[in-house]
């Protein structure tokens, strides 16, 4: 049956263009325009998912966004919301939370034979015997819920943007229109956000009791100063007014300068037996289906009734051809309002004093029971009953102040208007106006809204010519019902639809003592679910108020934080922003075959091979190295100028070593360690120049090492400058017995060991390349560390590889190089060392420089030293060569204790044995001094401390 | 914040550096007072005195911030506070 | 053939397509032109005695008669850009005359290594830019000439508004290492709007 209007009724929808999709594997027709849920009640269908717990078949409620009875599930996305989502053609639309089908919900027996599960609930029956949770959980999980993820579903395309305004107006109601307007025209530069596909708000749907305001959708459309986003979701407000808002796949980082609040106010549910029936509807919303839609929204109608909006939505139902059957006003004596004569003259029958205490039906409603008032939310036992298929209740409005809560402002609550409050100037640069500050009169609002935008341009220095002036009458009184709230002794009157919350539940959860709103909520539930106690707060706080014997201002509202809508994960992640750094010879390696590794930002090569191969291929690069030459990139090394009269005596001062007497042309190791006496890293400094160091840091740390170096002298004021030349060179590390043979035809200096000995520093060319050449041995053999120009690196590495050939050159990885150093004992700072290692523990004495005056750290180390050593690093074995292979972090353990753990361990190929690193306790630490490590499975591994390094303990081959 | 190089940017453009305290001598401080510098923050409620860094440029300034306000009040160059070369005799 | 960065090849469509994209929103790699940079407490000092004109204010960029454009990006420091035409000797003069012995206070800084330098053209551009970057540089609220050291797709990356003719343009600069991941996120971004690598020609039809 289609219950599309005939007439030109409908805004937002083409009737020329019917769109078809399916619902529960039906194929259902729409209009261009319509969301999911105008469709589906286009063609009388109600029931769109089923509820939280007790899956009670669920249907629109305000038709605005704003409830969770509308979620439904598309095929690759859960809980979407009905009547937001616009229909397309094609589109796969389900409920939710059933088993069997929608209709017959096999679970919904849990509603109506079984008990309703008491709050608190899960808290009491599940948690014994221990274990228990883990039984009851996946089952709980599976009936209790939403939508189902689809874990197949592909990442769709979402991204971000920011947004700059001098004004951004949330909601493009009455009072968001006006404020919009009244800004741009002093000049300002204005951003309008409204959820609606088109602006206006309540101008397109409601009938205002009067004030006309025609005309103004259409000027904020033409303004060129307006930029307009519908259809987007303001989801929270931050500090110095930065908005988030949702659009689509793209998310929004708004900055404004001013924000005025315009978001209007939430039509409120009225609590009593069955009031969640499908069919059961807020005024507002028969409102928006006729006048935005053009769907009629039922057959024969019942309207409560406590303001005037009531009796409009009375004459819109009538004049929309739905038998209006009653309207049943709580008030016993209402003064007569500007629709009173137009409903008596359509012939609409107005019960006053009167409420409806019950819904009937099972899908749908079928009818109420209306009865008398007879004490504040106490109806008479029994009533008339009225055969109706729609129920529309116009009782009062919340506040849609989400963002104003957001900025830490609490709601306050007036009792002669019985709504939450909020309004006027907020903060420096937020304003309210419209009914979220409770002004309902049109006029109010939109004078209110006149009022904001041009505090905005006054704000911000523009001349808006005089205050416009706000009419005392907000149109506040007689909106809001005191009480409507009227609890069945059967149950089922529901406080939150959400989470199948009724009145009891709240009661209870008081009566157990938490009588505090934060402590209710979190007991019960109240407002955790989708939106966000937007239909709950109000009532929960009047329930709450009454049971505790305070105000409802005392009770208050609990805490709002963003967001105020769902945010899906993949918009916050938007296009996930992850920098990758790449050397300049990246594309060598892998024209080599590298398996590539991340290191910090940088990829590096891992080793040159499949990864199927991985260990021989390290073992293989590794032999090359001590008995060939290999050649390996180590651009990603830090690389820090620091340069002026001072540079020596700045880096005597951040790093251990003393550097004011290191000669030009060679470097010396730097160890840095920060306040507290512990290492954060390490490198070499070259002397290039008597005022210039070429200073080396570790591929993770020479960005923290540079800012604490600007840091540093931001204090001392040293005549110095340190720069970040990271990316600027390529670095190469030739290294083996025949390094000097394959770099020596490329290079224009003398390599020989005495002109260029071991830690010298050379500037030359190499393959006809201006370098920097370091005699460094990290790894152990005769090596050349070659620095060149980026731009430059694969003419030099090319050059290289192409003399290396009849060497049988070979690059190496980042794991053959860590193997080679363990073999040299050197530390890795971050893996060797950790928060806490201070030179001393790590066996670096000899790095610091105990003639200086200071360094950084060195008062630290020196107060450490005074309670002597906790742990030092040793090189260790194994004592029987066939145990297994400690793994770094297995712990060191004596009896209970863990004095220590290794750092690095591996099999060496040159060694042909287990050799590592670890902490141990100074006691252990002697040569010869035997100890365990605890390996996976808990098994424990006997290792002998050993001297270091490993490998060529006299340090000649590096010399060569 | 407002960075008295760039000017106002986001809050993610910044890394904080601590509260701006004064080493002290290092020669003749005990080793209580060492402690204190190295690991102790005032943490008052009110106005504090930070560190921070513009991290596009590296550049290291002064903010005044109100902690309970979580305000910042003024932003401006180190040299202000730090105007002589400091030497470790 | 050996693996390269195929991003920045660019094999324009033709001439006019090219120049069409330039206006809309065009991505040009200029990495390979001159470039070069100073800093340190002489260094404004050491530049006028190189006959280069700055100015006082910091975060702007002064247009020479050489057509140089001098981004000083503190009091202390400057990123010199060689203009449209090329200006290769007068960059590597500037190079070679500096010395850590005479240029007291001054020290040459390695920006053509440092530094991925992209040209980003067009109308669309600062939308563009609303993308990847919170700095707002739509050309009412930044002015031509005006330098913002920012956050670009999680970079640290220098922005120089510098147009061409009347055609919206920013001079880009950002770590070197990282120019594959910054050209991917500028293509990515780019899309809406049509965008297109362009080639050096194309800029200069724009003028």
């Known amino acids: 049956m289609t219950m599309r209007l005939a007439n030109g009724a409908g805004s937002l929808i083409d009737r020329e263009k019917p769109v078809a999709f399916t619902f529960e594997g039906q194929t259902i027709e729409g209009l261009e325009g319509d969301t999911v849920a105008s469709a589906l009640l286009a063609n009388d269908i109600w029931t769109l998912s089923r509820s939280f717990k007790y899956h009670r078949p669920r249907g629109p409620l305000t038709m605005a966004g704003h409830d969770a009875n509308t979620l439904v599930q598309l095929p690759d996305e859960p809980n979407v919301l009905a009547d937001r989502l616009p229909i397309a053609s094609g589109l796969t639309v389900k409920g939710q939370n059933y088993a069997g089908s929608l209709a017959r919900d096999r679970r919904s027996l849990i509603g109506t034979v079984g008990g309703f599960l008491p709050v608190g609930f899960y808290y009491r029956s599940f948690y014994k015997p221990r274990g228990a949770w883990k039984v009851w959980e996946p089952i709980v999980r599976d009936f209790a819920g939403l939508g189902r993820v689809n874990v197949d579903s592909r990442h769709g395309y979402y991204d971000k943007q920011y947004l700059f305004a001098d004004l951004a107006v949330v909601g493009g109601g009455p009072a968001g229109l006006s404020a919009t307007l009244e800004a741009s025209r002093a000049g300002l530069e204005v951003i309008l956000i409204d959820e609606m596909p088109a602006i206006g708000g309540a101008l397109n749907f409601a009938r205002f009791v009067n004030g006309h305001a025609d005309g103004l959708a259409d000027a904020v459309g033409s303004d060129p100063n307006i930029q307009v986003l519908s259809g987007a979701t303001c989801t929270g407000w931050f500090a110095d007014n930065w908005l988030a808002v949702v659009r689509g796949n793209r998310f929004y980082k708004l900055r404004a300068k001013q924000v005025a609040v315009a978001t209007g106010a939430i039509e409120q549910p009225m609590v009593f037996r069955n009031n969640d029936l499908p069919g059961v509807v807020v005024g507002s919303a028969a409102q928006r289906l006729i006048r935005l839609y053009g769907v009629k929204p039922g057959t024969r109608a019942v309207v409560v009734a406590a303001n005037a909006d009531g009796y409009g939505v009375a004459l819109d139902l009538h004049d929309a051809g739905v038998d209006v059957a009653a309207l049943v006003d709580l008030r016993h004596d209402a003064s007569p309002c500007h629709f009173s004569d137009q409903v008596r003259d359509a012939g609409i029958r107005v019960v006053a004093g009167h409420a409806v205490s019950e819904a009937h039906g099972r899908d749908r409603v079928t009818g109420v029971t209306v009865a008398a008032i007879v004490g504040e939310g106490d109806c008479a036992p029994s009533g008339e009953r009225i055969d109706c298929d729609l129920l529309c209740v116009s009782v009062g409005y919340a506040p849609a102040a989400g963002l104003i809560c957001h900025t830490g402002i609490k709601l306050g609550y007036d009792g002669d208007t019985h709504m939450f409050t909020a309004g006027g100037t907020l903060r420096d640069g937020l304003m309210a106006s419209g009914s979220v500050t409770g002004a309902h009169a049109l006029e109010a609002a939109l004078a209110q809204g006149r009022r904001a935008g041009w505090a905005a341009a006054k704000a911000l220095g523009a001349n808006p010519g005089a205050e416009p002036a706000v009419p005392n009458d907000l149109g506040n009184r007689g909106v809001n019902h005191p009480w409507p709230i009227f609890p069945h002794p059967k149950g089922r009157d529901f406080i939150d639809f959400d989470e199948d919350l009724t009145v009891r539940d709240i009661k209870n959860a008081i009566a157990d003592g938490y009588s505090e709103i934060e402590l209710v909520k979190r007991f019960s539930t109240v407002g955790m679910g989708p939106s966000q106690g937007r239909h709950s707060a109000l009532n929960t706080a009047r329930l709450t108020a009454k049971a505790t014997g305070r105000d409802v201002a005392k009770v208050g509202t609990t805490t709002v934080r963003p967001p105020l ?128 160091f070429y200073v080396t840091a570790t591929t993770g740390g020479v ?84 620095h060149v120009p980026s731009s430059c690196g694969e003419v030099v590495w090319d050059a290289l590889m192409a003399a290396g050939a009849e060497h049988g050159i070979r690059p190496f990885g980042v794991e053959a190089q860590r193997l080679l150093r363990l073999e040299k004992g050197h530390i890795i700072v971050g893996q060797d060392s950790d928060g806490l290692t201070h030179p001393y523990e790590a066996g670096m004495a000899w790095a610091i420089g105990r003639k200086k005056p200071f360094f950084v750290g060195g008062r630290s180390i020196e107060i450490q030293m005074k309670r002597g050593l906790a742990r030092k690093l040793v090189g260790f074995t194994l004592v029987d060569p066939n145990a297994p292979i400690p793994e770094e972090c297995h712990l060191v353990v004596r009896g209970k204790e863990i004095p220590g753990r290794v750092t690095s361990c591996s099999y060496s190929p040159t060694l042909e044995k287990v050799i590592g690193l670890a902490y141990v306790a100074p006691d252990q630490a002697e040569i010869g001094s035997e100890f365990d490590i605890k390996v996976d499975g808990g098994r424990l591994v006997k290792a002998v401390v050993v001297p270091l390094p490993f490998y060529d303990p006299d340090n000649q081959r590096q010399a060569m | 914040m407002t960075c008295p190089l760039n000017g106002p940017r986001n809050i993610s453009e910044f890394v904080y550096g601590g509260e701006v305290v004064t080493m002290p001598d290092p020669a003749r401080s005990t080793d209580a007072e060492w402690a204190d510098y190295v690991f102790l923050e005032e943490n008052p409620a009110g106005v504090v005195r930070e560190w921070w860094c513009h991290a596009p440029t590296s550049f290291w300034f002064i903010a005044e911030r109100d902690t309970v306000r979580d305000e910042i009040l003024r932003t401006y160059p180190a040299g202000e506070v730090f105007k002589d070369r400091i030497d470790f005799p | 053939m050996t693996a390269m960065r195929k991003s920045f090849v660019h094999q324009p469509p033709s001439v006019e397509a090219d120049a069409t994209a330039a206006a809309r929103m065009g991505l040009a790699d200029l990495s390979l032109r001159p470039r070069t940079g100073f800093k340190g407490p002489g260094t404004m000092a050491w530049l006028a005695g190189q006959g280069l004109v700055v100015g006082e204010a910091a975060n702007i960029a002064y247009p020479q008669s050489s057509g140089l454009l001098v981004a000083k990006l503190a009091p202390t420091e400057a990123l010199i850009l060689g203009g449209i035409d090329g200006n290769e000797a007068t960059i590597d003069t500037l190079d070679r005359t500096w010395s850590i012995d005479t240029a007291a206070g001054c020290y040459a800084l390695p920006r053509r290594d440092t530094h991925v330098w992209l040209r980003v053209t067009g109308s669309a551009a600062p939308v563009m830019f609303s993308k990847i970057c919170a700095v707002d540089l739509r050309a009412a609220k930044f002015a031509n000439h005006t330098i913002a050291q920012t956050s670009v797709a999680r970079l640290n990356a220098i922005v120089v508004r510098d147009d061409l003719g009347a055609t919206p343009a920013f001079h880009l600069l950002a770590d070197s290492a990282s120019a594959d991941y910054l050209w991917r996120c500028l293509i990515d971004a780019m899309a809406e709007f049509d965008g297109a690598p362009i080639d050096e020609n194309a800029l200069h039809r724009l003028l």
């Not at chain 1, 891992?606 to 021989?616: C, H, K, L, N």
């Not at chain 1, 970040?724 to 394959?742: E, S």
């Not at chain 1, 005699?775 to 050349?784: C, D, I, M, W």
């Open chain 1, 565 to 692: 809508l769902p945010e899906k994960f993949a918009a916050l992640a938007g296009r996930a922003f992850t920098p990758e750094r790449l050397t300049p010879m990246h594309y060598r390696h892998k024209d080599l075959g590298a398996t590539m590794m991340v290191a910090g930002s940088w990829w590096r090569p891992a080793f040159y091979g499949d990864p199927a191969s991985r260990e021989e291929t390290i073992r293989e690069e590794a032999l090359a190295v001590r008995n060939g030459v290999g050649l390996i990139d180590v651009s990603t090394l830090g690389g820090l100028e620091v340069r002026g009269p001072d540079a020596a005596e700045f880096l005597n001062r951040v790093y251990t070593f003393a550097y004011t007497k290191q000669p030009v042309g060679r470097s010396r190791y730097v160890l840095m360690t920060d306040r507290t006496g512990a290492i954060v890293d390490d490198g070499v400094a070259c002397r290039l120049h008597d005022n210039h």
């Open chain 1, 703 to 786: 960005d923290a090492v540079y800012r604490q170096m600007l840091w540093w002298n931001a204090q001392w004021r040293l005549d110095v400058d340190v720069a970040n030349v990271t990316a600027a060179y390529a670095g190469i590390n030739i290294a083996g017995p025949y390094a000097r043979a394959v770099l020596a035809p490329l290079c224009d200096l003398d390599l020989g060991a005495e002109a260029f000995p071991y830690m010298g520093v050379r500037t030359g060319t190499v393959a006809g390349v201006p370098a920097r050449l370091l005699r460094v041995g990290f790894v152990g053999e005769l090596g050349y560390e070659i």
